[in-house]
C-alpha cells in the first residue's frame, strides 16, 4: 500500500512539474539544422490556442523577415541563443510601396508585430535598419500580458509601438535606441533596467494613455544615454491629452533638457495636452536631473507617492515574473 501510494505521489509530481515545461519545443536555424530556417514559419507551426507555452528557440544569425504572431497564437516564447548575434530584422517605413502598391503607414511598417496574449522574447535583438526615410517601427505589441527581457529594439523614428490600451507589457534589462517618438502608443508599460539611447536631438517617449487608465510608461532604474554630440532631447511630449509618463530613479545624461517636457504646440485636434498629461519623476540622477527648471506642469514625486508605483498596481495584479 506504502509502495502504490508512492507511485501515485511521484506521478502526480511529475505530472505537476511538466506543467511548467513547454509543450512543444522548435528551434530555428539558417543553416537548416533546426526544424525550420524561418521564424515566421516556426510561428505559422504552432498549434492555434495551444494548451500552454510553446518555446521557439532561434539560432545565432541574421533573419531578414517581418514577423506576425497572430492573435490565435498565445503562449509563444521566443528565444535567441545570443542577444547580439541573433537579430531579426526588416527596414519597411511610412510612405514605402508594399507588394500591390500602397504606401505603409506607421503601423504596418512593424519588422515584429506581436497580437497574441502571453508573449515572451528573450536574448533577441529586433531591428527595423530604416532611418530619416519615415517612421518605421521595430516592435510593434498589441496582444496582453507581454514579457520582453535581456534584449535589444533598434531603430529610428517611431522604434516601439506599445499599441492598444488593454496591453500590459514588460520590459527587463533591455536596450532600446531611435530618434523621435522611439517609444509611443496607449499601452501600460513598465521598463526595468533598461538603457535608453537617443540618437537624435528630439522626443523620447510619446504617451497617448487613454484617460481611463490610470498608468502609461513608468521607467525604474533605467539610464537614458545618447550617441556622442546629441544634447537636446525631451523625456517626452504627449501624443494624446492624457499621456502619462513617470521616470523613477533613473540616470539622466547630459543630453536631457533642463524642462524635461514638451508639451506638444501645435496639435489642432488636441490642443494644450500639457493641461492633462502626467508627467513625472522621482530621484532622477545624473547631469540630466536637475529639476530646478523643469515645466511647472510635471510633477515631482515623494516618498510616499512611490506606494502606487509597484508591479501589481501598475499591471492590475498581473506578475510578469511570477511572483
Given amino acids: 500500500m506504502k509502495k502504490l501510494f508512492l507511485m501515485l505521489f511521484v506521478s502526480i509530481a511529475q505530472l505537476l512539474l511538466a506543467g511548467n515545461d513547454p ?48 492573435s490565435s497564437k498565445h503562449k509563444i516564447t521566443l528565444e535567441g541563443e545570443d542577444k547580439d548575434k541573433t537579430i531579426i530584422t526588416n527596414n519597411d517605413f511610412s510612405g514605402k510601396p508594399d507588394a500591390s502598391g500602397e504606401k505603409m503607414t506607421t503601423f ?3 519588422t515584429l508585430l506581436v497580437m497574441g496574449d502571453d508573449i515572451k522574447i528573450s536574448n533577441l535583438t529586433i531591428q527595423n535598419s530604416s532611418c530619416n526615410e519615415g517612421q518605421a517601427v521595430a516592435l510593434h505589441v498589441e496582444g496582453d500580458r507581454f514579457i520582453i527581457k535581456n534584449s535589444s529594439i533598434l531603430g529610428c523614428q517611431d522604434t516601439f ?40 536631438d528630439s522626443y523620447i517617449t510619446a504617451a497617448a494613455t ?30 494624446r491629452p492624457y499621456a502619462k509618463t513617470v521616470f523613477i530613479n533613473t540616470q539622466m545624461e547630459k543630453h536631457i533638457l533642463p524642462e524635461g517636457w514638451n508639451p506638444w504646440k501645435g496639435d489642432k485636434m488636441f490642443p494644450d495636452k500639457e493641461k492633462t498629461a502626467f508627467y513625472a519623476e522621482f530621484n532622477s540622477k545624473g547631469d540630466g536631473a536637475n529639476t530646478t527648471y523643469r515645466v511647472r ?27
Fill in 23 to 70: 509543450y512543444i519545443k522548435i528551434t530555428v536555424a539558417k543553416d537548416g539544422s533546426g526544424d525550420f530556417t524561418s521564424i515566421q514559419k516556426a510561428i505559422h507551426s504552432v498549434r492555434d490556442l495551444g494548451p500552454s507555452e510553446a518555446l521557439i528557440f532561434i539560432k545565432s544569425g541574421t533573419y531578414h523577415e517581418k514577423v506576425a504572431i497572430p
Fill in 108 to 110: 504596418n511598417s512593424y
Fill in 161 to 200: 509601438y506599445a499599441a492598444t490600451n488593454h496591453s500590459r507589457q514588460y520590459f527587463e534589462n533591455c536596450y532600446i535606441e531611435g530618434t523621435t517618438d522611439f517609444i509611443f502608443g496607449q499601452a501600460t508599460v513598465v521598463f526595468k533596467n533598461c538603457t535608453i539611447k537617443s540618437l537624435a
Fill in 210 to 239: 487613454e484617460k481611463s487608465q490610470r498608468y502609461g510608461f513608468v521607467f525604474f532604474d533605467c539610464r537614458l544615454t545618447s550617441k556622442e554630440g546629441i544634447t537636446k532631447v525631451y523625456l517626452g511630449r504627449p501624443w
Fill in 297 to 323: 506642469w510635471s510633477h515631482q514625486l515623494n516618498q510616499k507617492d512611490l506606494k502606487n508605483y509597484t508591479l501589481a498596481k501598475i499591471f492590475n495584479n498581473w506578475k510578469p515574473n511570477g511572483n
